[in-house]
T-cell receptor
Framework: AQSVTQLGSHVSVSEGALVLLRCNYS??????LFWYVQYPNQGLQLLLK??????LVKGINGFEAEFKKSETSFHLTKPSAHMSDAAEYFC????????????FGTGTLLAVQP | NAGVTQTPKFQVLKTGQSMTLQCAQD?????MSWYRQDPGMGLRLIHY???????DQGEVPNGYNVSRSTTEDFPLRLLSAAPSQTSVYFC?????????????FGPGTRLTVT
């Protein structure tokens, strides 16, 4: 079955350090890929999306992600973490077709240490 | 535009009670869906609809019913609430063309079943 995997349910970084959150999908057909962020007790906000245009996608708040077909990956990065980046991050996939079924990974909780 | 709205924000039910979670969008989106969010499990798709009069099951449909009589509204019904349905529920909507795959989420409904 098609799925999306986020490695690391909890990631902790120091303020100013590189943020790397991993996402892999299981399909030979390139999907549409998304990263969402959820701040405590809030809804989901779209960070960025890949829809088969440029493989390096820039999003809001300094985040970016690179689509690597050979590795079936779409890892999220930010060069320098800020305290306000502490949140839960979800990778999600649409495999196209007739519906917009969005399938989520299990999420990665990012902690930023001062 | 209000975007995607959900009511109520919080609800407590006793086992066996029924209720309807409301979802409405004012963006004329064809596609609407319901997710539940549980710790460590990400968001799981319950039901979705590709247009008025058309609904289908997602990953975890048991115990839930939906209908789509208008483009704007997509209510989720719990017929006989169970403690396992304690969760946060999110409604989402999107267009159905490649350029509009981005899904917009409501603020969520936090449901507790005792």
């Amino acid at each position: 079955a098609q799925s999306v995997t986020q490695l690391g349910s909890h990631v902790s970084v120091s303020e100013g350090a590189l943020v790397l959150l991993r996402c892999n999908y299981s399909s030979s057909v390139p999907p549409y890929l998304f990263w969402y962020v959820q701040y405590p007790n809030q809804g989901l906000q779209l960070l960025l999306k890949y829809t088969s245009a440029a493989t390096l996608v820039k999003g809001i708040n300094g985040f970016e992600a690179e689509f690597k077909k050979s590795e079936t990956s779409f890892h999220l990065t930010k060069p320098s973490a800020h305290m306000s980046d502490a949140a839960e991050y979800f990778c999600a996939v649409i495999w196209g077709g007739a519906t917009n079924k969005l399938i989520f990974g299990t999420g990665t909780l990012l902690a930023v240490q001062p | 535009n209000a975007g995607v709205t959900q009511t109520p924000k919080f609800q407590v039910l006793k086992t066996g009670q029924s209720m309807t979670l409301q979802c409405a969008q004012d963006m004329n989106h064809e596609y609407m869906s319901w997710y539940r969010q549980d710790p460590g499990m990400g968001l799981r798709l319950i039901h979705y609809s590709v247009g008025a009069g058309i609904t289908d099951q997602g990953e975890v449909p048991n115990g839930y019913n939906v209908s789509r009589s208008t483009t704007e509204d997509f209510p989720l019904r719990l017929l006989s609430a169970a403690p396992s349905q304690t969760s946060v529920y999110f409604c989402a909507s999107s267009g159905t063309t490649k350029s509009s795959y981005e899904q917009y989420f409501g603020p969520g409904t936090r449901l507790t079943v005792t």
